[in-house]
């Protein structure tokens, strides 16, 4: 069957992201743009998944935990888990790997964290924009260490991609789906770098903002509407 995806967006808690990407407002967009299936992706955090999963289950939405990495080279990567403790694992990791960074609200947003109420419950004090430790040769490994699944994110554009730092997708790196932010651009990208020919190609909204957020448009074919398979898909 074919369910409608966006399996990168961010909350309130990424510093560029709007208050109003509360988790509630969040799931309830998805719903009215007909998506079946979102992932929770805010920078270098897992920490709002918690209260997307449980709007989304009142909701009657599929919501899965993820982070978008930012690797040691400026590369953003989005990592997706198949459960709130598998992510809130990673999280941890990657806090003890980024650089730690007063943040100043004032420039960058507040990072807030909500519950499944949109009640704020805390505010991560240290920015999450800064570079990790963690390099993208090593992140799909990593990833996989915890359980999850992670690709490139955005590889088409010209800041924070893959092609854009490194100029190519090396096989080592060992990623099978690339995330591409307008997918008129797939065939143009084909011919320069092949190994799009053997990657599976995902398109999200990256939105911060709910009016980003995307209709439902780009699908996948699974059996089942659960992580398990979103995830078995992505990194197969």
Excluded at 5 to 13: K, P
Excluded at 180 to 188: H, R, V, Y
Excluded at 201 to 214: G, K, P
């Amino acid at each position: 069957m074919k369910y409608y995806y966006d399996l990168h967006l961010h909350s309130c808690l990424s510093p560029c992201g709007d208050m109003d990407m509360t988790p509630n407002n969040i799931v309830n967009m998805a719903k009215l743009l007909g998506l079946d299936v979102i992932a929770l992706t805010d920078h270098n955090t897992t920490l709002n998944c918690e209260a997307a999963i449980k709007a989304g289950e009142k909701a009657g939405l599929l919501v899965i935990p993820g982070m978008e990495l930012t690797t040691s080279e400026d590369i953003h990567a989005v990592c997706l888990f198949p459960t709130l403790n598998k992510a809130l694992e990673w999280n941890s990791y990657v806090d003890a790997h980024r650089i730690k960074i007063k943040n100043k609200s004032d420039i960058y947003g507040r990072q807030v964290i909500m519950n499944e109420n949109d009640e704020e419950t805390g505010e991560i004090e240290h920015l999450l924009l800064p570079a990790t430790d963690i390099s993208i040769i090593n992140a799909h490994k990593l990833v996989s260490d915890f359980g999850g699944v992670c690709y490139p994110a955005h590889i088409d554009r010209d800041s924070y991609s893959i092609l854009s730092v490194l100029g190519e997708i090396d096989e080592y790196c060992g990623f099978n789906t690339a995330e591409l932010a307008d997918k008129s651009k797939l065939e143009e990208l084909k011919a320069l770098h092949p190994i799009l020919n053997t990657l599976k190609i995902v398109t999200n909204s990256d939105a911060h903002y709910l009016e980003n957020m995307r209709e439902a448009e780009n699908f996948l074919e699974l059996d089942e509407l659960k992580t398990e398979c979103v995830l078995k898909y992505l990194d197969t």
